[in-house]
C-alpha cells in the first residue's frame, strides 16, 4: 500500500510506560507514574457524580460544544467565534499543520520543545526549523532569525515542554511585533495554570491586536482531565474559523464536555494543585541541589534534570524501585530528564533512591 512518503520515515508516538507493564517486569506492588506532567492530586471532587449527569451514549456530542463555549468565552472575556476545542490539544496541533503547512512552505520552533509539533509538520511535508533553547529559554531573537518569505507557522512553548522556562512578558511582546503579520504564532499554554501569576502573559487582553496570534490551553495538565481529551485554541475568529474547516465535526466527546464545565468552575481545586506542587517542587529542588544535579528554571509541574549519568540509565534505575519518568534522549539530551511532580509522599521517596543512585555514582568514580 502506498502512503505519504514521509509516514515510512516517521515512528508512532511512544507513550511514557505504563503502570500495568512494569510491575509485571519487575515484581513490583506499587508504581509510581512521574512520566506525562498528570495532576498527582486528581481532578475536582465535583466530578465525583460525573455518571449522573452525562446525556445519552446513542447520541452524538454537540458538534459545536456550546454549552462549554459559552462557559468559557465569559469566563475568558471574549468572543464564542473566538475558540476551538479539540479532542486534547494535541488535536488542535495537528489541525494547525493540516490547515497551514504543506510542501514548500516551513515551520519555526525551539528544540527541545513539544514534539507533536514537528512531527505533524513532517506529515504535511513542510520543512522544519529548530532554534536551540538558551538555558531551556526560547532564544526568540534566533527565531525571529530563522523565519523567512517561507514561513507559515511559528511554535512557542510557555512554559515550554520538556525544559519548564517561560517566556518572559516583554521578551514575548517584542516577538509578536516584530513577526511579520501572515506568520502564525502558536503559543501553547498547556501548563498556563502553573505560571507564576505576574509573568501571565495576557495574551487574551492582547488578542485584538495580534490577529495571527493562537493561544492553545488544555484541561489534560493542572485540570487532570487527561484521560477524557479536551483543549482549546483562543484567537481571532477569522483564524478559528479555518481551523473548524479541518477539525473533525463531533471530536470532542459529550463526557469531556461537560467535565470540562464543571471542572473550569472548580477554582479551589485549581489553586489547592497549584500550591501544592509549587511547595513540593521546591523541596526537590532544594534535594537537587544538596547533590548538585543541575535542573532548569521551571515554572510547570516537572523539572527537566541534568543527570551525572546518561538519562536513560537514571530512567531505568527508577523504574526498577518503581518511578517512572521521563528520559530525553529521542528529544536530543540524552544526559537528561524530565521528572514530574508528584504528591509529597512519593517525591520524598523518590529523593531516598535518587540518593542511592548518586552515592553508588560517586561510589564508581572513586574506584
Ligand atoms: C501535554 C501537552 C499538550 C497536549 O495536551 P492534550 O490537551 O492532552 O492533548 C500540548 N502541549 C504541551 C506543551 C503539553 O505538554
Given at each position: 500500500m502506498d502512503t505519504k512518503q514521509i509516514i515510512n520515515e516517521l515512528t508512532p508516538y511512544k507513550p511514557g510506560k505504563q503502570i500495568q507493564e512494569v510491575k509485571k517486569m519487575f515484581g513490583l506492588d506499587r508504581i509510581v507514574k512521574l512520566a506525562s506532567n498528570e495532576n498527582p492530586f486528581g481532578y475536582t471532587k465535583k466530578l465525583d457524580n460525573l455518571n449522573t449527569l452525562t446525556p445519552s451514549f446513542e447520541v452524538y456530542p454537540d458538534g459545536y460544544t456550546a454549552e462549554l463555549r459559552g462557559a468559557l468565552a465569559e469566563r475568558l472575556n471574549i468572543d464564542e467565534s473566538q475558540l476551538v476545542f479539540g479532542n486534547g490539544s494535541d488535536e488542535i496541533v495537528q489541525s494547525v499543520c493540516r490547515a497551514f503547512l504543506y510542501p514548500g512552505v516551513n515551520t519555526v520552533m525551539a528544540v527541545?520543545?513539544?514534539?507533536q509539533y514537528k512531527h505533524n509538520a513532517r506529515i504535511e511535508g513542510a520543512d522544519v526549523k529548530e532554534i536551540p533553547v538558551i538555558n531551556g529559554y526560547h532564544d526568540l531573537q534566533g527565531m525571529l532569525d530563522a523565519i523567512d518569505k517561507k514561513t507559515n507557522v511559528v511554535w512557542l512553548c510557555s512554559p515550554n515542554n520538556p525544559t519548564g522556562c517561560a517566556i518572559p512578558h516583554k521578551d514575548f511582546y517584542t516577538f509578536l511585533d516584530k513577526c511579520p503579520d501572515d506568520v502564525l504564532v502558536v503559543l501553547d499554554e498547556a501548563y498556563y495554570e502553573y505560571l507564576d501569576e505576574k509573568k501571565d502573559l495576557d495574551t487574551l487582553e492582547n488578542l485584538p491586536n495580534y490577529k495571527n496570534l493562537l493561544v492553545l490551553r488544555t484541561f489534560s495538565k493542572a485540570y487532570g482531565l487527561a484521560g477524557l481529551r479536551i483543549g482549546y485554541g483562543i484567537a481571532d475568529s477569522n483564524l478559528i474559523a479555518k481551523l473548524d474547516v479541518v477539525r473533525g465535526p463531533f471530536n470532542t466527546s459529550s463526557i469531556a464536555q461537560k467535565a470540562a464545565l464543571i471542572a473550569m468552575k472548580d477554582d479551589a481545586f485549581i489553586a489547592d494543585s497549584v500550591s501544592r506542587n509549587k511547595r513540593i517542587k521546591q523541596d526537590f529542588q532544594q534535594f537537587l541541589e544538596s547533590i548538585d544535579w543541575h535542573y532548569y528554571d521551571s515554572e510547570t509541574n516537572f523539572l527537566f534534570i541534568s543527570t551525572p549519568i546518561s538519562g536513560n540509565e537514571v530512567f531505568e534505575y527508577l523504574l526498577q524501585h518503581g518511578f517512572i519518568v521521563r528520559p530525553l534522549e529521542g528529544l536530543g539530551c540524552p544526559n537528561e530528564i524530565r521528572i514530574t511532580i508528584g504528591n509529597e509522599s512519593d517525591m520524598k521517596q523518590l529523593q531516598t533512591i535518587i540518593l542511592q543512585l548518586n552515592n553508588k555514582v560517586i561510589e564508581e568514580i572513586q574506584s
Amino acid at each position: 500500500m502506498d502512503t505519504k512518503q514521509i509516514i515510512n520515515e516517521l515512528t508512532p508516538y511512544k507513550p511514557g510506560k505504563q503502570i500495568q507493564e512494569v510491575k509485571k517486569m519487575f515484581g513490583l506492588d506499587r508504581i509510581v507514574k512521574l512520566a506525562s506532567n498528570e495532576n498527582p492530586f486528581g481532578y475536582t471532587k465535583k466530578l465525583d457524580n460525573l455518571n449522573t449527569l452525562t446525556p445519552s451514549f446513542e447520541v452524538y456530542p454537540d458538534g459545536y460544544t456550546a454549552e462549554l463555549r459559552g462557559a468559557l468565552a465569559e469566563r475568558l472575556n471574549i468572543d464564542e467565534s473566538q475558540l476551538v476545542f479539540g479532542n486534547g490539544s494535541d488535536e488542535i496541533v495537528q489541525s494547525v499543520c493540516r490547515a497551514f503547512l504543506y510542501p514548500g512552505v516551513n515551520t519555526v520552533m525551539a528544540v527541545p520543545t513539544f514534539p507533536q509539533y514537528k512531527h505533524n509538520a513532517r506529515i504535511e511535508g513542510a520543512d522544519v526549523k529548530e532554534i536551540p533553547v538558551i538555558n531551556g529559554y526560547h532564544d526568540l531573537q534566533g527565531m525571529l532569525d530563522a523565519i523567512d518569505k517561507k514561513t507559515n507557522v511559528v511554535w512557542l512553548c510557555s512554559p515550554n515542554n520538556p525544559t519548564g522556562c517561560a517566556i518572559p512578558h516583554k521578551d514575548f511582546y517584542t516577538f509578536l511585533d516584530k513577526c511579520p503579520d501572515d506568520v502564525l504564532v502558536v503559543l501553547d499554554e498547556a501548563y498556563y495554570e502553573y505560571l507564576d501569576e505576574k509573568k501571565d502573559l495576557d495574551t487574551l487582553e492582547n488578542l485584538p491586536n495580534y490577529k495571527n496570534l493562537l493561544v492553545l490551553r488544555t484541561f489534560s495538565k493542572a485540570y487532570g482531565l487527561a484521560g477524557l481529551r479536551i483543549g482549546y485554541g483562543i484567537a481571532d475568529s477569522n483564524l478559528i474559523a479555518k481551523l473548524d474547516v479541518v477539525r473533525g465535526p463531533f471530536n470532542t466527546s459529550s463526557i469531556a464536555q461537560k467535565a470540562a464545565l464543571i471542572a473550569m468552575k472548580d477554582d479551589a481545586f485549581i489553586a489547592d494543585s497549584v500550591s501544592r506542587n509549587k511547595r513540593i517542587k521546591q523541596d526537590f529542588q532544594q534535594f537537587l541541589e544538596s547533590i548538585d544535579w543541575h535542573y532548569y528554571d521551571s515554572e510547570t509541574n516537572f523539572l527537566f534534570i541534568s543527570t551525572p549519568i546518561s538519562g536513560n540509565e537514571v530512567f531505568e534505575y527508577l523504574l526498577q524501585h518503581g518511578f517512572i519518568v521521563r528520559p530525553l534522549e529521542g528529544l536530543g539530551c540524552p544526559n537528561e530528564i524530565r521528572i514530574t511532580i508528584g504528591n509529597e509522599s512519593d517525591m520524598k521517596q523518590l529523593q531516598t533512591i535518587i540518593l542511592q543512585l548518586n552515592n553508588k555514582v560517586i561510589e564508581e568514580i572513586q574506584s
